[in-house]
């Protein structure tokens, strides 16, 4: 047993430490040194009971991730949960931080659980595609009622201690010193011979009852995404029904069998990839903790972006041209703190006292007492340049002034700044007190002391970061604007943008591109196409389906019309035939014969168009990662979670087979890490061949 767990004996209970920093994951080396640790505990002559925690941040929160891909080691997280429920002295689990997946069953194993105040209990295995697999499926429901077991397992949401000491999920909190309780509480225990959990049956006497809440559950899983959540039911169910050890092996079956599934890997993939892309580039310099911010302009963006800040604690100063849009943009952030407060994002204190931490002002001068302006004004490129030429004058050398911007060029702002190293891209995503994603957009002259502080910025207020290069639409909307030019040449060629939208959906995407076109307003990327259009290749295939509709005043949803025509009385979008008429009469036009697609080739021929584009925004360097690029298109565009991303769902998809023939060519990158065949990808273009 090594310094991995910490063994002490007071007054008769031993304490068995679990010291794995960060999170005290369940790693083979900890396993076994618990299993050497309660051999020990057994075999001692001055120990009459145990307790079992951990040093630092967290109770184990949960087995090691990063071990799931590999050949499972001996001992087995399950055997060392039996291992403690069978010890002959008392176990106490004193749970404090974060007691989730593993971390919990351990606990759930144990004779009693105390924990702190503050900390959350839960089995949050659902997220990475799995269910619990040491006994979490058949020792919970033995402790809380079943409609509580199903939430926890199928929601994956962590238990604040105070609610799972009502359910049952633990036994007692500590207010004061949680080992000294913990130990307290097992000298009580200790004498007697201890209650294993799975001999507890008291949970099951409603049978019917219990059965109809998992017929009920069933029905409202019926289409997850993964087939974790209807085998975490089964597992459930069978915990009254089956053999405590059959119900084991039943979960230990489900559990091997979803842990080698494609949902699983790409599950943890994004787990692990938005991790690494929060860290910013090593060798950086410390970053400046920023609190004071200021915001420029006060709409939809600018708003969400404040409201972040303040959520995080930051003091917010929003600047607007004048008292008219002023008053609006005061209204407007008073309706989304009072949003957030009701969804418990945000306390009602900050509604009370939204005057002491936030200004709305006209005075385009205060943007001086900021550490940080973000600017979150109009796309409009003059509008933007004229902005930053003022905020470099109105400034300390020391600010740090940041773009909203989506498209337009970060060096360009930074120079009409006149100070080009203190500028850098954050740009947020709507609605951005919401969503997670923030791209910080690092410029070619962006001092590395303002990157890492735009990093570490990003973080402080709950974002996820990742990192791109200056280019039009960075990472996340050069690579939507390949899936839309894949959907519009699918649309073009036969397929209706009905099937286009049924196709992405089955595939997991919450909408379908026309959809979200339609909700977005078709006249923003309208307006985006015209102004490029004379750089656009005049050899190039371009749809016009898209500007056709438009020109019919269909602008989407807010019109009442666009790929979709809106019931006036419901709302409710219905497909139309003026849109496949308008579509054909464009087909004939340009001689084109149509062909039908199954949901399938369009599933891939968008899929082959983000992987391509995501492989170029690699080949340039925009990218650090091909994680990177599956982490925005996850977190900021809606791509289904349990396919891993674009680049992620190529690879599991085989998709990039061709390529790996080409892997000779490659040249070694330091930025390169998974899915790096990628790389090879960009020499095919943007290939829609699928
Ligand atoms: N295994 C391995 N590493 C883990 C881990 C795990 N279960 N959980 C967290 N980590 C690592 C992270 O990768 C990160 O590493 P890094 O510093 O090298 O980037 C570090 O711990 C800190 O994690 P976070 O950045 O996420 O820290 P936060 O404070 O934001 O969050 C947390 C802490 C709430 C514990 C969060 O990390 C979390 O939710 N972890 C995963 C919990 C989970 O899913 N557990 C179930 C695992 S599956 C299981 O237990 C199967 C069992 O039933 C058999």
Redesign the pocket.
Known sequence: MGDIIRYEVTEGVAVLSIDNP??N??SAEVRLGLNSALDRAQADDSVSAIVLTAAG??FP??????EFGKPPVEPH?PDVCNAIEASSKPVVAALHG?A????F?LGLASHARIATAQSKVG???I??G?????G?TQRLPRLTDVSTALSVVLTGKPVPASVARERGLIDAISEGDLIADACALARDLAGKPPRPTRNRREQFSDGVGYQKAIEEARRVHADAPTMAAGRAIDCLEAAPLLPFDAGLALERDA?LELRDTPEAAALRHL??AE??A??PRSGLPAPTDLKRVAVLGGGLMGVGIAVACLARGKAVTIIEQNADTAAKTEARLRSVVERSVSRKKLPQSMLDGLSKHSIVTTQFGMVATAQLVIEAIAEDEALKKDVFAKLGAATSPKTILATNTSYLNVDMLAQASGRPGQVVGLHFFSPAEVMKLCEVVVGKETAPEVEATAFAFAKSIGKVPVRAGVCDGFIGNRVLTAYRTAADYLLEDGASPYDIDAAMRAYGFRLGPYQVLDLAGLDISWARRKRLATQRDPEARYVRIGDLLCEAGRFGRKAGAGYYRYNADSGKAERDREVLALIEKERVAKGITTQSYSAEIIQRRCLIAMANEGSKLLGEGIARSAGDIDVVMALGFGFPRHKGGPLKAAELSGLLSVQRDLEALAKEDAFWTPSQTLKHAAINGNRFDG
């Open positions: 960060p999170v994951a369940l941040r967290t929160a949960g087995a090691d991730i990063r997280l974060m989730l997946g593993g971390g069953e089995l949050p295995e997220g990475l799995l269910l619990p697999g040491a979490g559990f787990f692990l991790r690494l929060a860290k």
